[in-house]
């Protein structure tokens, strides 16, 4: 049984708030908790919006604030983010795909395959014929040994009026070839800044809340112009990796606080 670490959608910010809460608080809060209970997972992977706006600043100060962390970091990228300065500043697996932050690592009986699902100057996601060539190749060599995919844009409708359409664009073309790989057992995705679960063939597609702030429920209906953050605790996810079954826990960071003090 492999233990992992879930974190998503951190909009970290050298210095401003973002939608009225502190990112640096929220993380180092992430931080304390990971580090008071968490030391024995093999790593932290984080799904993507690692930053608010992608500049040098930013992701320096984020990576001073993740290295406090006691178990290895594991980035991603989301529509926030840029590939160039994310792979600039923060540390790749060996064997990452050049010019994206994609890369596979091998833990003990079990393959996680982290996805770019990055397109640039778009919300929406996107794999392109390069990355899609890159995941068949990498589902090819993991046999038979199980799968899970971490990813930012979420590859399926999740029933969420505002936040679907800003879905992976190109869900099929990936579908087309998770499909004929049964050791695929789950996908991990962020973006949506809601906990949601969705069983499609075989496969668990599971999303998480944010560590900054949580998009709110479907009910009352609401759009971009009536956004405000969900009076909801940020969480993160311990994830259990075995052979035969994958276990997610959700556990409380922050509550709301209308700021972002733990």
């Known amino acids: 049984m492999q233990k992992l670490i879930w974190l998503s959608d951190l909009h970290y910010d050298a210095q401003a708030l973002v939608q009225s809460h502190d990112p640096r608080v929220r993380l180092e809060a992430a931080v304390d908790l990971i580090n008071a209970h968490h030391t024995d997972a093999v790593c932290c992977v984080v799904t993507g919006d690692m ?6 600043a930013s992701y320096a100060a984020l990576k001073a604030a993740l290295s406090r962390l006691s178990v290895p970091v594991l980035p991603l990228t989301g529509n926030h983010d840029s590939h160039a300065l994310l792979r600039a500043h923060l540390p790749l697996p060996d064997g990452a795909m050049p010019d994206f932050v994609q ?3 091998a833990l003990d009986g079990h393959v996680l395959i982290a996805l770019d699902t990055l397109d640039e100057g778009k919300d929406s996601g996107l794999l392109c014929e390069a990355r899609l060539s890159w995941l068949e190749t ?11 995919i971490f990813m930012h844009h979420q590859p399926v409708k999740l029933g969420l009026a505002m936040l679907d359409p800003d879905n992976l664009t190109n869900a099929e073309a990936f579908w ?10 789950n996908v991990f995705a962020g973006h ?6 969705t069983h499609r063939k075989g496969v668990t597609i599971t999303t998480l809340p944010s560590v900054l702030y949580q998009a709110p429920p479907e009910h009352p ?8 953050p969900a009076r909801e ?5 311990v994830v259990h990796l075995g052979p035969e079954q994958t276990t997610v826990h959700f556990e409380k960071i922050c509550a709301y606080d209308h700021g972002g003090a733990p």
């Open 221 to 228: 209906p609401w759009d971009w112009t009536t956004f405000a």
């Open 103 to 105: 890369y596979a690592v």
């Open 138 to 148: 990498a589902l090819e060599a993991a046999g038979e040994t199980p799968v899970s």
């Open 176 to 185: 087309q070839i998770v499909d004929r790989y049964p050791s695929v057992r």
């Open 192 to 197: 949506v800044h809601r906990p949601t679960t």
């Open 51 to 56: 930053v608010e706006t992608a500049s040098d």
């Open 233 to 237: 605790a940020t969480r993160l996810g």
